[in-house]
């Protein structure tokens, strides 16, 4: 359980989070969206215990991480925006350090090592110096290793950057399999990766929650975006406003390839009379079908609504 | 003290893994083996002078070549410590493995004492290394041991509170060059500024580094100049810490 109340950070009279409130529960994932510098590095970092905040406190597992931050630490695993490696040993040293540091108990070490080089598919590497590895293996050493302490609560900064298509989709299933006795949260650019892998979505920007939505209702609300796509053969002039006469649209778009986007009045099904005037002008139908929003939509809005 | 360890464990580690640590040990050796030798020449030539021992009365091992062979050495280590305390905390940064380090189940202070002594195991490795030119010199010599003993006593707190002074350099950049040439720099200036002056009760020669290890070399272990090592030593030490905490702060 990560519980965030009240998060403000204040670099001198820059603001980089103001007020920022969530919880989440076990087998939560959350995904963390928002533009560059709105202060998604800055609220990861406070909230692993990096960097105090200015006011405001964290919770993980109900242990405040500023109070009490040995005990805090000992639940989270965390891969920074860049993986903190030390260059000079191999992987399996690597590990075997973080374990020790992290306080991963001696007889469960070696299973956690083994279970993280495996999980990461590091097993091949795992005598190779960090070094001389490549960025997408070094992206996976700093996952295995915020996996390492087998923490309850995963953050994750970026996880899938710098890696190939078939890597990136190797991680997301990972995440997905770890998330069910955890609480993740990860930061991403990849709007679809969050659509895929989250069960929660923040948006932030300028250091200020816009959205806060479970990805359920969010694609619900999505699905539900009521506007029709209407492309018929017969699309000279006039087509408009004849769409514009059929009762309950409130509003008809002209798209670029000649088709029509068509918004009726709120709750209203226009789709019958809609089709019924297509046929009565044969205008010729040839596709009618519900817009589905995107993440992106929502994203977009989202951040350009609160600069208005 | 599990996390002490394992951070001793890394970083004597990381001294031996890079040919640093080898560089280090064998530059030293060399160039005080060399000084050494040097002194140890002029102390036979001296023996056989019959107008130098008119004037000092006797000849004395501990004055001609111990003495001075514990001068070279702590000039030695003024100039070898910063290269050793360099990377310590500001490689730490470069590679973002500070983040890992400060959101680990981990104390900073636990973090920064375990570098120290890191850092010291590699300091007192180079002193038991010089040592070998004084076990020569038992073999065929009868040096005052009790001189020697002090001496190196004071050479270990000498040389510790360089590191601690390197190490707190080392916490204010992420570049180890700039590190080393502002603990060059600390240093030489805590060595000099006795200089200024040469009343040993002055200001500035109570806070010369240099001063407070003649009593050593002499055989004297003076409660007042451990106290001043010491002191010296939490001094870098709590500075180090404090410069990692309010960075966290910033």
Redesign the interface.
Known sequence: MVYVHNLTKR?GSLVAVENLSFRLDRGDVLGFLGPNGAGKTTTM?II?????PTKGTVHIEGVDIFDN???A??M?G?L?E????????TVA?YLD??A????VKRKEKKSRIFYVLDKCGLSDVRKRIIGHLSKGYRQRVGIA?ALVNNPSVLILDEPTIGLDPLQIIEIRDLIKSLSGERTVILSTHILPEVTMICSKVVIINEGKMVLEESLDYLSESLRNSSSLLLRVKQNGDGVKEKIMSVKGVSGVKPGPSGEFVVTPSEGVEIREELVRMVVENDLGLLELRPLVGTLEEIFMKAISSEGN | MKAFYTIVKRELRSYFASPLAYIILVVFQVISARFFFLYLQGFLQFQFDPSYQLQTGELNLNNLVVLPYFGTISIVLLLIVPLITMRLIADEKKNYTAELLFTSPVRIRTIVFGKFTASLILLILMLLLSSINIFVLMVHGNPDLGAVFSGYIGLLLLGASFLSIGIFASSLTENQLIAAVISFGVLLLLWLVGALSDAESSILGYISVINHYEDFSKGLIELKDVIYYVSLIFLGLFLTYTSLESERWR
Do not use: A, W
């Not at chain 1, 692993?48 to 105090?52: A, K, Q, S």
């Not at chain 1, 860049?82 to 040993?89: G, Q």
């Not at chain 1, 020790?100 to 306080?103: E, F, L, M, N």
């Open positions: 670099y970092r692993t215990g990096y960097m105090p931050p040995l005990q630490k000992k989270i965390y920074p860049n993986p903190p490696l030390y260059l000079d040993m040293e350090f973080v020790d540091i992290k306080q290793q």
